[in-house]
């Protein structure tokens, strides 16, 4: 259900498919709005952003035995779900605010939402309606433990579209020189050898390792109970089935290309 819909300007950019961006309460929300704003730049689209209060957090929130206990306390105290509205409101207001200021920056238009309901089934409805869909997964401290590894993993699964290189080229300008590994899959008759390695030099340095796999392989990736990766890009063809696994083992940002 959607509560409250906002835009800028009319723009021709409105009559092509838009980059749709999906965050919830755990996302880090300058880090995905600058990825969004730089997909829809690049690619000439409306920016279109969805805040989304989860529908399952609030029924929890409002059933009158519910607990939460403080970190910094530890104490133990009923939850309050007046306070977890305005605190929803008040990270959406945020949300709102850094998106339209990072879409004007950037003289692209845009498009802001707050809707209530779950941001997995939200990018699974908005399929082949948007160019670009992108879906905040992350968690803070999974973000915080990888950033101390000093290696960003990024999960491709290539179905030679162009515009699957364009995501990758975005994530990969963002991240800088900070090392990257690119487990890329595809059919193996297009990249050769399952073990096939490249590397890519910037400044000297090597910056991007590729590891290239069989498309058979993507199942066997699912089989694992977690999927370690910073950012995963992947069409927007794949079958729901592997869609919805991805979304339940993955804690990172998620990308599907049209």
């Known amino acids: 259900m959607t509560l409250q819909d906002n835009r800028s300007g009319e723009n021709a950019e409105e009559n092509l498919p838009p980059v749709l961006l999906t965050l919830g309460i755990d996302s880090d929300i300058h880090r995905m709005i600058d990825l969004a704003v730089a997909l829809a730049s690049s690619s000439h689209r409306q920016l279109h952003g969805y805040f989304v209060e989860d529908i399952d957090l609030l029924q929890v929130a409002e059933l009158p035995f519910t607990t939460e206990t403080t970190l910094t306390t530890a104490q133990t105290m009923l939850f309050d779900a007046h306070r977890l509205q305005r605190g929803?409101?008040?990270?959406?207001?945020?949300?709102?605010?850094?998106?339209?200021?990072?879409?004007?920056?950037?003289?692209?238009?845009?498009?802001?939402?707050?809707?209530?309901?779950r941001v997995g089934e939200l990018g699974l409805q908005a399929r082949n309606k948007a160019e670009f869909i992108i879906l905040e997964q992350s968690l803070p401290l999974r973000e915080e433990q990888f950033k101390r590894m000093g290696l960003t993993r990024i999960l491709l699964l290539d179905d030679n579209n162009p515009n699957i290189e364009r995501a990758l080229e975005t994530v990969l300008r963002l991240a800088g020189h900070t090392p990257v590994e690119v487990t890329r899959i595809g059919r193996q008759s297009e990249y050769g050898n399952v073990d096939n390695l490249r590397l890519r030099y910037v400044d000297g340095s090597p910056v991007i390792v590729w590891k290239t796999i069989s498309g058979s392989r993507l199942d066997k990736l699912l089989e694992s109970s977690v999927l370690p990766f910073d950012t995963i890009i992947i069409p927007q063809q794949i079958s729901a089935e592997q869609l919805r696994e991805i979304l339940q083992k993955a804690d990172c940002p998620i990308v599907l290309v049209r």
């Open 88 to 117: 929803l409101r008040r990270l959406a207001n945020q949300f709102q605010d850094y998106l339209a200021s990072a879409a004007e920056e950037s003289g692209i238009s845009w498009r802001y939402t707050l809707a209530r309901g």
